[in-house]
């Protein structure tokens, strides 16, 4: 895990000096997002068998994103990499139970926020395109941060704590990996993406699956940042 944390701050680095000074951080987007959240709670990172799954229904969020602006590898290539720093917060207030997979509520609920800085690498259709609707699809590796409190019943009937409750609080740092389907015309921004941090809680990993459908709109901040 230390190698690959130092990996990833290694290809931010990278990334972070393909752009200019002034171009880091050139707008915030902030909006509403529809999110669908789960997490996999694991015994330990060398026994990766899931013990109890998380979930929840659609919930409506406020979300802030900050982008840096993109560098595209030619000048007419529609290939690049931009910088996002996404903020999100969730609850999950459900588990599932054997082939229950929209879950029940055991009385048990985690919630926090997570933040993520990625960057991805993506394909730009209908680039020179801004005034029409052009779409971005990428991928990204990067770090994830992740605050969470609640508590969880153990659902492995092989388990021996079988159907006791843990408590679980989480304040760290991890990978994060994302994959997002953006859709641009003007300020305005549709977007469908996965964040998923891996984070260490004592002899447990949890892993957090994030799906988001979010509408945004675009403020440009560089007048702001260097006036």
Do not use: C
């Not at 990625?118 to 971005?136: A, D, G, I, M, S």
Request: net charge negative; proline share 2%; glycine share 8%.
């Amino acid at each position: 895990m230390v190698f690959l944390l130092k990996t990833v701050l290694s290809i931010i680095a990278f990334v972070a000096s393909l752009f200019s000074s002034e171009l880091l951080a050139a707008e915030v987007a902030i909006g509403i997002q529809a999110t669908m959240n789960s997490i996999d709670i694991q015994e330990s990172k060398d026994n990766e068998k899931t013990i109890a799954r998380m979930t929840s229904d659609i919930k409506y969020y406020p979300t802030v994103s900050l982008l840096s602006d993109e560098y595209y590898f030619s000048k007419d290539s529609n290939v690049g990499v931009q910088l996002q720093f996404d903020w999100s917060i969730f609850k999950v207030d459900k588990q599932e139970v054997g082939g229950n997979d929209t879950g029940i509520d055991l009385g048990t609920s985690i919630s926090g926020y997570a933040l993520s800085g990625v960057p991805v690498l993506f394909y730009h259709f209908n680039r020179h395109n801004r005034n029409e609707w052009n779409v971005k699809l990428g991928t990204g590796l990067g770090l994830g941060y992740l605050k969470l409190k609640g508590d969880y019943q153990i659902t492995d009937v092989t388990h021996p704590d079988y159907s006791k409750k843990k408590q679980v609080s989480m304040d760290e740092v991890g990978l994060a990996v994302g994959v997002y389907l953006e859709a641009n015309k003007g300020n305005h921004v549709i977007s469908v993406y996965n964040f998923s941090p891996v984070t260490q809680s004592g002899t447990s990993q949890l892993e957090e699956y994030n799906f988001f459908l979010s509408y945004k709109y675009r403020v440009n901040i560089d007048g702001l940042l260097y006036p």
